[in-house]
Structures are given as C-alpha cells and as structure tokens.
C-alpha cells in the first residue's frame, strides 16, 4: 500500500513537472511572438509645415531621377516600411513635406535646408531661432542617439563645431553609408581622405592596419586622445601577446618591464611609427 502511494505522488511529481514546461515553453513563444510583432512595427515622427504636404518620394524622381535610383541601393533605403504609410518615409522624412517644391518647379526650396555645427546659442546659452534650417546632425541624430553622445566626448571628429558632417564621411542617398561601398580597404578611405599622412606605403607595414582603422580608433568620439579605443599599453595588448617570466615583462621575447613605466608605446620613445615605418621593423621613425 505505501509503495503503491509513493509511486503515485512519484507520477504526480513528474506530471506537474512536464506541465511547469510546457507553461514555460508557452510564455517563451508568447514573448518571442510579442516581440517579433513589436520589431517589426514602425513609428516615425514626422514634422510638420504649415500648407505643405506630403507627396511621396515617387515625385522627386521627375527631378531628381539620378538621386531617386541611386537611393534603391542605398542603406536607408531599407527603413522605408512596408504599405501604404510608405510613402511619408522616404525623401521627405530628411527633407520634409515637399508640395510646395514640386509644385513650384522647384523656386520654392523644401522646407528644410541643411547646415553644419551646433545650432547658434545666445550669451545665455540658448539656442537661437534658425527658421526652417535643420542641422544635418540634428537630423542624423534623431535615429543614432548613441552617436550624439560620442561627439559629446573630449576627443571627437570636429562635427559639432561645423568643419565636419555626417554626410562627408557617410553616403545617405546611394549606396553602403559608408563612402567607397562596403569593402574593408573603401572603409578606410573615407579616412585616408583627410588624413593622407597616413596612408602609405609603408617599408615596413603595420600589421593592424589591416584590420582597419577602426581596429584601434573610434569613428564618431572617445575619452581618450586621437579617438583611440584604448589610452595605453593595453590597445597594443589586445594583438601582441606578454608574457611573464622571472619577474620580467617580455613582448615577442624582449624585456619591456622598464620601458612600459615610460609612457604608451607610442609615446615613450620606442614605437612612434604607429601606422608603418620606412625606416625600421619596429616602427620607429
């Protein structure tokens, strides 16, 4: 009689435990259809211009036919949602309700123009009124919130200060965003463009440079100098293997045990060449 009770509190046992699963498996799938359906849904702001309307970006390409065919590859051009709420997505998002341009043949320009640099602040810190001028920034900035955080960091590409845009190192209207198209070696070249004095070639290469640019450096802003990821050492640390020996620090078997209490390795006197040398296999100058 009492094994017959234990093995029927033991198939109770097992029966609440495949039921407790099967509850958990069907708020797992639940949740994933939940969020599935929340990822895919689609809400944009956009603004509004007193007797302008929104026409759709198909007009534009009466004008504007080389721009409107290019933007079909461009990267943006798959946030344009599906169905009939499509049309306020495309062109105008940027550039705004555009009727009174296409009806105007173009005199009237659309509502927003674009500028470089943080909107104008008065003695008191206040931003000024601007009109309809719209800061390319301030529009990129309305998707890539975490960017406009980094141009807000001590070391940045000078964006904020209007010597630099978004659009001249990212293609908005063709293509990968960025210039040059999607290849590692195109990638770097919207940073070789400015900085030349980096670009080569070099007797004796930088291996990391193959990497690319970003494999030490942070595009939009960072905390430490010349945008680096990492402010000492330990970026050169991250490709080139230490070891500790007998009290020693050793780095492709030399003792760095003193020469890393100098400085960087960039900056204590050994390997200033960072990006190649034509001179030396360790990067000196």
């Known amino acids: 009689m009492i094994k017959l009770t234990i093995r029927r509190i033991g198939i109770l046992f097992v029966g609440w435990r495949r039921g407790l699963g099967l509850l958990a498996f069907g708020a797992a799938f639940s949740l994933a259809l939940i969020s599935c359906r929340t990822v895919n849904r689609s809400v944009v702001m956009l603004p509004t211009v007193p007797g302008a309307n929104y026409i759709g970006s198909k007009e534009c390409e009466q004008c504007h036919e080389e721009i409107y065919r290019g933007f079909a590859t461009a990267d943006h051009a798959r946030l344009i949602a599906e169905g009939p709420n499509a049309r306020n997505a495309g062109c105008e998002s940027c550039h705004g309700p555009a009727s009174l ?69 990212h293609s908005p209207h063709k293509d990968s965003v960025y210039r040059g198209g999607t290849a590692l070696l195109s990638e770097n070249e919207s940073c070789l463009r400015c900085h030349s004095a980096q670009r080569g070639p070099y007797v004796f290469e930088h291996e990391a440079s193959r990497e690319g640019c970003t494999i030490c450096h942070t595009a939009h802003g960072s905390v430490n100098a010349k945008l680096l990821t990492v402010r000492d050492a330990n970026l050169c640390v991250k490709c080139h293997f230490q070891q500790v020996s007998g009290g020693r620090l050793l780095f492709g078997g030399s003792d760095h045990t003193l020469r890393v209490q100098q400085g960087t390795c960039w900056t204590a006197g050994c390997h200033e060449a960072v990006h190649g040398s034509r001179v030396s296999p360790s990067l000196r100058f």
């Open 101 to 169: 341009h296409a009806e105007s043949g173009g005199e009237v320009k659309p509502p927003y123009s674009f500028a470089s640099g943080r909107p104008p602040t008065t003695s008191y810190g206040a931003r000024e009124a601007v009109g309809h001028t719209r800061e390319t920034e301030t529009l990129c900035f309305q998707c890539h919130t975490d960017v406009r955080g980094k141009f807000n960091l001590p070391s940045h590409h000078p964006v904020p200060e209007g010597r630099l845009t978004c659009t001249d190192c």
